[in-house]
């Protein structure tokens, strides 16, 4: 049973740093590109930033390129999200997500999801 437990959120003021962190467990991740998702309220289920499988190439949206940096290490069945630059306009509900293959953006692309993490920014 394939499970993601996200862990890290919580609250910053603007201009802070976060650093989100997801477990994930129940099969090998090595082949399944990971990935960031956010929510706010009232809003769709966006992406944020993937990874490949192997680590090498990287996706972000435009909101946070240069802000946002995504890893992930093998070994532990992990993937991060170093949050620098935080604004007022990325409080949300994260998710980590997997999904076999190469990097998407679209949500309904990942086959397994965490159950989220909240961030919340004060401005």
């Known amino acids: 049973q394939v499970q993601l437990v996200e862990s890290g959120g919580g609250l910053v003021q603007a201009g802070g740093s976060l650093r989100l962190s997801c477990a994930a467990s129940?099969?090998?991740?090595?082949?399944?590109?990971m990935g960031w998702f956010r929510q706010a309220p009232g809003k769709e289920r966006e992406f944020v930033a993937a990874?490949?499988?192997?680590?090498?190439?990287?996706m972000y949206a435009d909101s946070v390129k240069g802000r946002f940096t995504i890893s992930r290490d093998n070994a532990k069945n992990t993937v991060d999200l170093q949050l620098n630059g935080l604004k007022p306009e990325d409080t949300a509900v994260y998710f980590c997500?997997?999904?076999?293959?190469?990097?998407?953006?679209?949500?309904?692309?990942?086959?397994?999801w965490g159950q989220g993490t909240q961030v919340t920014v004060s401005s």
């Open positions: 997500a997997v999904r076999y293959g190469t990097m998407q953006s679209a949500p309904a692309t990942y086959d397994y």
């Open positions: 129940g099969r090998t991740f090595s082949r399944y590109a």
């Open positions: 990874i490949s499988w192997g680590g090498g190439m990287t």
